[in-house]
């Protein structure tokens, strides 16, 4: 396990990527640290470019481009200024990568399609927009609804 | 996290709850990547260990809650790892939506209980979060339980998230739709 100084960024996780960790391993340790043990230093977890293997693998050229995406995502939807690499015009993919099971489906594809967030699409990468799906989020998302559930009672009792 | 780490941890938890007093076990039940590590595939790993408290129904108002907690962050200090090592956030939301089953004992480490959960429990938390990085874990879960058709995936998360709202809001349908077209 990570010690509790370890910081897990952006280009740690490709890193970890190209050396063999399986990338949803490698990548929910990344989500850990912006979701919760590091989540007040998030544009540090993303600012260092990642580094490309000289001759990436077609695999690890792909998520490298997730990669990217993934940053360009998540800087937008939680407000942290997004560090320039991202644009790259080398992060795109040339053909159409839908990462879901079944993706060979047309019927899948066209889900897929409608559903990738925009940073992702552009990249020509499709794996529909639950990619950064936490228990962190889920948790207090629960929280809340409780007690506005809690809330809305004793407004309706008074 | 790797098999024989998470072992160890849980043998120092063990033992920092009896330092800390507790006098009757304390049961937790193992879901997530910790399931998959110790029921499933034991060369995978797990980013942390996600658990249910059998005993705590009310985390906010538990001293047994406080003494667990304790007791982790003591493991967290021993091992320089970080507090939620062993992480519960997840419980009050499946208290709430689902039926969690009991469990079979696993292993006991001095007053720490382990239990596993049926695997199609960890298969209905999986199709109800629809993540890409349960892509694998799901199909291995559906290999094991011989679920192939969409009916019985839904009769899986019918079992333990009767809720249909509950079912909704996660885009369960959206979710068997890719899984089973």
Redesign the interface.
Known sequence: MKTIGHLQTMAFTYQEICQGERPWVALGNFMNDWFDYAKDRRAELVKTPIALPEKPTEEQFRWAVFCAASVEYLCTRYAVPCPAWVYNPLYMLSEPWFDAPMAHKPEVQAYLMEQTPEPFARRNIYCGNRMFNNKYELAEQHRLRKLAQTTGQLHSRT | ?QRQ?MEQ?LAELGQALEQQGVQQPVRILLIG?AFMLTQMSSN??T??I?VLLSDIDDPTTSPLYQTFKMAARIV?RQ????L??I?D??G??LR??SKIPQGTLWRTYGLLQVYIPEADYILALKLL?????D?ED??LLCQQLHINTRIHAQQVVDRYIPDKQVQQIN?LD?TL?????
């Not at chain 2, 091992?79 to 970080?82: A, E, L, S, T, Y």
């Not at chain 2, 739709?177 to 077209?181: A, D, M, N, S």
Request: no cysteine; hydrophobic share 35%.
């Open positions: 996290m780490e941890y990547g995978r790993v980013n942390d996600d967290a091992n320089n790892i970080p939620t090592w992480n956030v997840i009050d939301f709430d939506v979060a629809g993540r890409q990085k892509k799901i199909q885009n959206k739709g890719i899984l089973f077209p």
